[in-house]
């Protein structure tokens, strides 16, 4: 049920971009663990993330709505084992994700018109993480099974603020291009999760020790925004 919900927030925002929104944008995406999260994942996270608007704000409407979607891996390990008792001389390539996809509404305040364009932004939607192991041929690199140890859906919001660096202008459909650097502060309500010493496998058998926290951090990108015309 989980999954179905995560790919229907994906259909719909795929279908947004293509027929509504009038800047996109994405990055780089880093995410460091706050609070309680901290505690438990005490590194940094990497990943992705894309947004769009309906509108270009301006300076009759300086603001606008829209959607962004993150995703980051925030712990993986990859070992290397035999294919099965009966054949311990064939190995494989096991990879363990433990990863976080938000989706959220955008509420944009960009007043500022030039340039160089400070803006705030304001986020309210959820997350999905999930730790996932995926098995691959060692030689091919082709995935033989994957499937999906442990998630959970949570709420989330938050907001932040960044700058829109000018770097092009009347490019076709694009009538400017910026750099965009950005931060958010994301508060994500309880969820329960594993970490990169929550799975323990031992003579065939696999057991799971998810641990329950919110889900705070802080996220920092950088990537480039189009406004279209």
Known sequence: MKTRLLILSLFFFLMFFKINAQTVGGGLLIGLPQGEFKENVDNAGFGLNVHGTLWSPSKVRPFSVGLNLGYMVYGMTTERRPFSETNPDVSVEVSRTNS??????????????????PYLEGLFGGAYIS?????????TGESIAASTNFDDLTWSYG??????????????????????LKARYILGSEAEYLTKDG??????????????????????SIGVTAFFN
């Open 131 to 139: 730790t996932s192991t995926d098995i691959k041929n060692e030689t």
């Open 159 to 180: 907001g932040g603020g960044g700058l829109l660096i000018q770097v092009g202008k009347d490019m076709g459909d694009v009538s400017r291009l910026f750099l965009d």
């Open 100 to 117: 976080i996809a938000n989706f959220h509404l955008l509420f944009l305040i960009s007043p500022f018109q030039g340039t160089v364009r």
């Open 199 to 220: 799975v323990e496998v031992r003579l065939g058998k696999v057991k799971y020790y998810p641990v329950k926290s919110k889900t705070d951090l802080i996220q920092i």
